[in-house]
């Protein structure tokens, strides 16, 4: 790897970081990059999920000191969450590298729709019963375990259907997709599809834009959550 190599990934890795934090989509940017930085398909999918687990740390921790925490939220949906992740990550490591990358490059088109439609309800609408709670989480967690790209959309759109404001919602997702990736990542790393230099120096930029990005999310509220969603799926389209 080059330096010039290592400036684009910690460089495109804090604001990945940081749209992460405020809405999610940050990994089309990160596994592109990857990629560019000479790491096969299915391995920068792999090497990803380690900047991506320093930087929903980071973003996890900087949400609860400024006073949001979706951790009572989040719990009742983990073992879906995490179950999903696990089926998802075992089945995406044995695609080739062709594979993934067309796999990859399908997904992200459908994802500018989650930020036209905004994720919350109405009050006069009913929210999901618990099983279908289970199912749509399971169905992300499998989602997310596979891809990560636009899984925070995704999230937001489900947890926005909750019923919860953008700001709450992000903390939560924060937390889940933390959940996801601690699952997946191992499955990655036994499947030999982690290089890790890279991801090392992608997890530092990523890192510094998932504490950065929290800040913005809490402070700039959801007007500026909402712009960056908008951003961030038109970027992934």
């Known amino acids: 790897m080059t330096w010039w190599e290592a400036v684009l990934l910690v460089g495109g890795g804090t604001l990945a970081g940081m749209i992460n934090a405020v ?26 999920r380690v900047g991506i687990l320093s930087s929903n ?8 000191r400024l006073g949001v925490d979706g951790l009572t939220h989040a719990l009742p949906i983990m073992v879906p969450v995490v179950a999903g992740s696990l089926v998802g990550s075992l089945a995406i490591s044995r695609l080739t590298d062709d594979a993934f990358e067309t796999v990859f490059g399908l997904l ?4 500018i729709i989650l930020t ?15 099983p279908v709670t289970y199912a749509v989480f ?20 489900a947890l926005g259907r909750a019923g919860f ?3 709450t919602a992000n903390s939560i997702k924060v937390l889940i997709t933390l959940a996801v990736t601690l699952t997946a990542l191992p499955v990655f790393i036994a499947q ?29 509220g959801e007007r500026v959550i909402r712009i960056v969603m908008i ?7």
């Open 192 to 220: 030999g599809r982690v290089d890790w230099l890279p991801a090392l120096v992608l997890a530092a930029g990523l890192t510094v834009g998932g504490w950065l990005g929290a800040h913005v999310a809490v402070r700039g």
């Open 138 to 157: 399971l169905g992300i967690g499998v989602y997310g375990g596979a891809v990560q790209a636009g899984v925070g959309l995704v999230l937001l759109a």
């Open 23 to 48: 809405a999610g989509g940050g990994s089309m940017l990160t596994v592109p990059l990857l990629v560019l930085a000479g790491v096969p398909g299915n391995s920068a999918n792999g090497s990803n």
């Open 116 to 130: 036209v439609r905004k994720p919350r309800i109405p009050e006069d609408v009913r929210t999901w019963s618990r």
């Open 108 to 111: 992200m088109i459908p994802l």
């Open 57 to 64: 740390a980071a973003s996890a921790t900087s949400f609860r």
């Open 165 to 167: 404001d953008l700001v």
């Open 231 to 237: 951003v961030a799926a038109l970027a992934l389209a």
